[in-house]
């Protein structure tokens, strides 16, 4: 039926449910799902002033429906839904509008762990309520990432072979998902999913930002969606509040439609007077012509490439050296300083910069590594992690290293705040290392093209499930990693899983080597440091009673021991320096190489 709408026809869909919900009852905590069930005739009164203002599809009042949002049991689920699909009905009765089923994503629990078979067996349950009531088409909306489309998508098709699916994303006015996923990718990924019948975009901009995410694309066939939000919101007495312009909204929307799209509509703070003036500009222009806007790609005029020779010997198979230098704790970094020059002097490959360690606040690494390369002449490398930044400030923070001529990055999840910190500081893992790297691959495909972040990756070799450490970094792989870093290595167990790691891949890998320094370091580091074990045998080498040079001594005599038998295995070494011993590490690196 929408199939053969489309093709003499723009669909006109409605406009927001949620915020005009809010406008009209003053309630604007509670969620709207639940006027299905107590407030029928609101959701009713909602559907027929937009059908009156001359939308052609309404979608049913269950973008929330699914029990992680709402806190409910898959029964009283089920009535929220199948009560929602009533009041669609009997608002659309008698007339040839057009029912959709709107399904919003549902949150994922942990990012680390997707919870893949969990969630969706939740969206194949919302999907067979409203297939149990004959709705055959499907709006997923205001998706920010393309998991679990192509199974669902498969799985309502299998069902319903006559069925339509829409998937529309939340897209910033940056041209990126809360994800960090670009246009392209997320269009590249929809295309090929033969089960999705059209997409598009809602939510997440005004219609100025989704016209200009609409030019990115090119459309040709496809059906192609566009329901903005009304415009850029602002907080008004602690409530979130859209500006009043279905004049300018309609003529915007409208300007989309010649660039081929043919599904349109609103989102956040748009209501039925916005559709009205939208529909009635598209009936002033009866004859409505998609024409397919062809853009010239804009020819840049790109700086020459930096030269980043820690990716040149890594290419060139030749063995590196990287050492970790941490950044300071207040504003001295004197003894930064001086240790980047000393790696700088004896031919070091790679500074590492780590990211605030166990939530210990440190001084940022991207500008800490910006400041090495800068002032020292040496390849360095902050490390990134997703717990104290939401992608925005991610992104932005990869953009200042990238014109400071940082080219290299360590990714990781990092480590949780410690929970006597969780009063008053909050995690924020908007992402995990798997979707920080595809995020990093997205921005090397779309702002550094000429000039690509090299992307690495942590590796464990100390865990006890080895495989599923190996297959953690093929998905790592996959997502754009293209070198790795070890936890420090101390045992033959882990250097024969390194071993095992390149025979099963050609990835490459610098091992981790941390000096141990004392009998009370190797207790400390055995106890406090995650992911770390150190051998009985190395601990017993060392005594309380040592001098200070003593025990070091015997802190380079097993770290080049170790690193010997790694350096036949690995691409290279990773040294994390102990207590700013830089010259210690020197003089182990001298003994591993001799």
Known sequence: MIREYLKNNVLISDGAMGTYYSELTGNDVSYCEFGNLNDKDTIKKIHIEYINAGAKLIRTNTFSANIYDLGV?????????????????????????????????????????????????EYKFIVDCFLAHNIDTFIFETFSNYNYLKEICEYIKSKSLKSFILTQFAVKPDGFTRDGLSIAKLVKAVKNINEIDAYGFNCGSGPAYVSEIIKKINIGNDI???????????LIHERTVYPNNPIYFAKKVND????????????????????????????ENSKVVNTIVIHEEEVKDHDIKIE???????????????IE?????????????????????????LVTVPDSPMSKVRADSTIIAAKIKREIGIEAMPHICCRDKNTNAIRSSLIGSHIEDIRNVLAITGDPISDASKVETKSVFNLNSFRLMELIQDMNSEFFKEDNIFIGGALNLNVL??????????????????????????????????????????????????PVVSYRNAVFLNNEL?????????VKMFSENMSKEEAQEIGVKITVEIGKKLK???????????????????????????
Do not use: W
């Open 73 to 121: 049991s898959r029964e009283r689920l089920s009535d929220i839904i199948k009560a929602g699909i009533n009041i669609a009905k009997e608002a659309t009765k008698n007339t040839a509008v057009f029912i959709g089923a709107s399904i919003g994503p549902i949150k994922e629990v942990n990012l680390e762990e997707s919870h893949n078979d969990i969630i969706l067996d």
């Open 224 to 234: 192609v969606s566009a329901l903005p939000n009304a415009g850029y919101p602002e």
């Open 256 to 283: 989309i439609l010649a660039m081929g799209a043919s599904i349109v509509g609103g989102c956040c703070g748009t209501n039925p007077k916005y559709i009205k003036q939208l529909s009635s500009l598209i009936h």
């Open 308 to 322: 980043n020779t820690f990716k040149d010997k890594l290419d060139n198979n030749e063995f590196v050296v990287a």
């Open 325 to 349: 230098l941490s950044a300071p704790i207040d504003t001295d970094i004197s003894k930064l300083i001086m240790g980047a020059k000393i790696c700088k002097e004896n031919n070091v490959d």
């Open 465 to 514: 499930n080895k495989e599923v450490e190996f297959n953690r970094m093929l998905k790592k792989i996959d997502k754009g990693a293209k070198f790795f870093l070890t936890q420090p290595v101390y045992d033959d167990e882990a250097i024969e899983f390194l071993k095992r790691i390149k025979e099963r891949t050609n990835v490459k890998i610098l091992a981790g080597l941390l």
């Open 530 to 538: 995650p992911g770390v074990t150190i051998p009985d045998k190395y």
């Open 568 to 594: 036949g295995i690995c691409d290279g070494l990773y040294f994390i320096t102990p207590f700013n011993r830089v010259n210690m590490l020197i003089e182990i690196i001298k003994q591993i190489k001799a």
